[in-house]
């Protein structure tokens, strides 16, 4: 072993993926989903689908922050015992790599959610659908706010300026810093925006993270349930 080099955490692999009976044992008296925000967002959607599956959504959080990376280090933060922190990530974020790699103490796919995205589409403020209706189409120098993941659905087709998430695209475009976004139905109705063009919802799969005390809380779970 090099002194200074990362080492990845080692993985109990006694402990199935799902663990979905150690987290709705008594011992675990909460778990809080960190997820990216503000409301809207595909990854919100999937993590709230994923404690309904698993059963445990009556003790549990969805706690909103503006990137993964704040989700992890919220994760992180929670060190309570009895409390597991699940932080959510996206198969196709487009930082993925840097995430798992950069954070080797962690374990970012330790939980998996297949969910069909909330519908993806092009989204603008109702002023602008008027614009498009008269001129058929919409001028090319019209920004769209899109996260980096989906930005090359509308490639060549304007200026894309990057927000941090799907639900950020679309507040975006709703206080009129940029005329389109690249945003999601639920994120749509919620900034009340007007959908141009449907890309469609495909089926996606999200990766929920824990830290090595949210192992350890699932750990003492199963010692306990074997008692």
Request: hydrophobic residues 40%.
């Amino acid at each position: 072993m090099i002194q200074g080099l990362s080492v990845f955490a080692a993985v109990n692999n006694n402990i199935p993926r799902e663990a979905g009976v150690a987290l709705r044992s008594s011992s675990v008296k909460k778990v809080v989903c960190c997820a990216l925000g503000p409301k809207g967002n595909n990854i919100e959607q999937a993590a709230t689908k994923w404690l309904e599956r698993v059963g445990i959504a009556r003790k549990s959080e969805v706690v909103l922050r503006d990137t993964p990376e704040e989700c992890l280090e919220l994760a992180r933060s929670i060190t309570e015992d009895g409390v597991v922190a699940v932080f959510w990530t996206c198969a196709v974020y487009s930082r993925e790599n840097e995430f798992f790699f950069g954070n080797p103490d962690v374990f970012p796919f330790f939980f998996q959610q297949e969910m069909a995205l909330d519908e993806m589409q092009l989204a603008c403020k109702p002023a602008n659908e008027l614009q498009v209706k008269v001129h058929h189409g919409f001028p090319k120098n019209w920004r769209i706010a899109s996260h980096p993941s989906p930005a090359p659905l509308a490639k060549g087709f304007g200026e894309i300026v990057l927000r941090n998430s799907n639900a950020a695209a679309a507040r975006a475009c709703a206080n009129g810093e940029t005329e389109l976004c690249i945003t999601t139905e639920s994120a749509r109705q919620i900034y009340e925006l007007v959908k141009l063009h449907s890309f469609g919802s495909p089926l996606m799969v999200f990766f929920g993270g824990i830290t090595q005390h949210g192992q350890k809380q699932i750990e003492t779970s199963f010692q306990q349930m074997r008692m």
